[in-house]
């Protein structure tokens, strides 16, 4: 099965930017979800891409977060913009079948 890598997480302040990638292993045509996880809470759904690029979002990313993909390089994206501390949290990436990545950590601190 797909085994997804995530990437790009780090430190931020608050109003910046980030970009994260999920490096899948085989193809990611189908839904691709990004979730991500304080300590202490249960995982939290933030946006996911269709096979058709059709996209949603948690109300509390909408217009800030963007999920996109290529194909091509089996890679997922979410752009993270105007970072908020309350954004701090590891971000993992899950495909169609349940398949997590390891997880990125972003902290948005100054």
Known sequence: QVQLVESGGGLVQPGGSLRLSCAASGSIFNTMHWYRQTPGKDREWVASISSYS???YADSVKGRFTISKD????TLYLQMNSLKPEDTAVYFCRSW???WGQGTQVTVSS
């Open 54 to 56: 059709a996209t949603n």
């Open 71 to 74: 194909n091509a390089k089996n």
């Open 97 to 99: 079948n349940g398949v």
